[in-house]
C-alpha cells in the first residue's frame, strides 16, 4: 500500500507536471488517443488542424493525469468537447461569412441585370432571345465582382457555416448554435466532475461538490457529477 506521505508527493508531483519533454516522450503521448480511443478521424472536419487536435490531447492530458482506462476515456470525452466548442467558433463566423459574400453577389448580379436588355430580332419570335449590353465595361466588371464573391464561398470555413445553416432551420441557426454550445459545455462538466470524483476517491481525498448543474428539457436538475 503507497503511504500517505507518498500518495501526497505523487499528488504534488502531479500538479506540477507540464507534460513530456523529451521527443520520444512526446511521441508517446501523440499515441495516447489512438491506444485509447479518440481518433482523430472521427472527429477532424475537412480543413481542421490534426497537429493542433494531438497537441490539445496532449496538453489536456498532462494536466488532467489520467490513470486507467475509465479515467483516459473521460479525458477522450473532454478533448473531443474542447475541440468541437472551437469548431462551432468556426460555424458561427462561416455562416456570417457565407452570408456576406452572398449579399455582395447578389448586389452585383443585379448591377450586371441593369445594363442587360433582352429582345427579340423580328420574325424569330420561336427562338431564345438576344442580348443587348449597355455599358460593356460596367457590365463585365460586375460579373466579375460576382464570380469573385461566389468562389469566395468556397473558403472551407464559409463552407462550413453554410453546411449547419443548411441541416438547421434557417430562421433559427443561431438558436441551434447555441443550444450545441450548451449541450458540449455540459458534456464536458460532466467527464470533468466524474474525473475529479475518481481521482478525489483514488487519492483517498473527499470528492468535490460539483458547482455545475445541468437542466434537462423537462426542468429537472440533475448533478453534473
Known amino acids: 500500500m ?3 506521505n507518498k500518495a ?12 513530456p519533454r523529451t521527443p520520444e516522450g512526446k511521441a508517446a503521448v501523440h499515441l495516447n488517443a489512438l491506444r485509447h480511443g479518440l481518433r482523430s478521424e472521427q472527429i477532424l472536419l475537412p480543413g481542421e488542424d490534426k497537429e493542433a487536435l494531438r497537441e490539445l490531447d496532449e496538453h489536456l492530458r498532462a494536466e488532467l493525469d489520467p490513470h486507467g482506462e475509465l479515467e483516459r ?4 470525452r473532454i478533448v473531443a468537447g474542447y475541440w468541437r466548442l472551437r469548431r462551432l467558433g468556426r460555424v458561427e463566423a ?22 442587360e436588355k ?3 430580332r423580328r420574325g424569330l419570335w420561336d427562338r431564345d432571345p438576344e442580348l443587348e449590353i449597355s455599358d460593356e465595361k460596367s457590365h ?7 464570380r469573385r464573391m461566389r468562389s469566395e464561398q468556397e473558403d472551407e470555413t464559409a463552407t462550413l457555416g453554410r453546411t449547419f445553416a443548411r441541416d438547421a432551420d434557417k430562421a433559427n441557426v443561431f438558436s441551434k448554435l447555441s443550444r450545441y454550445e450548451t449541450t458540449i459545455e455540459r458534456l464536458i462538466y460532466r467527464a470533468l466532475h466524474e474525473l475529479e470524483r475518481r481521482q478525489a476517491g483514488r487519492s483517498g481525498a473527499a470528492p468535490t461538490t460539483p458547482q455545475v448543474l445541468d437542466v434537462d428539457v423537462s ?3 440533475e448533478g453534473a457529477g
Request: net charge negative; hydrophobic share 35%; proline share 0%.
Open 118 to 120: 433582352k429582345y427579340y
Open 2 to 4: 503507497t503511504s500517505d
Open 8 to 19: 501526497e508527493a505523487n499528488r504534488r508531483n502531479a500538479l506540477k507536471s507540464t507534460g
Open 94 to 115: 462561416g455562416i456570417y461569412v457565407w452570408e456576406h459574400y452572398e449579399e455582395i453577389a447578389e448586389r452585383a448580379e443585379r448591377e450586371a441585370k441593369s445594363y
Open 140 to 146: 463585365g466588371e460586375a460579373l466579375s465582382r460576382a
Open 73 to 76: 476515456l473521460l479525458v477522450d
Open 219 to 221: 426542468g429537472l436538475a
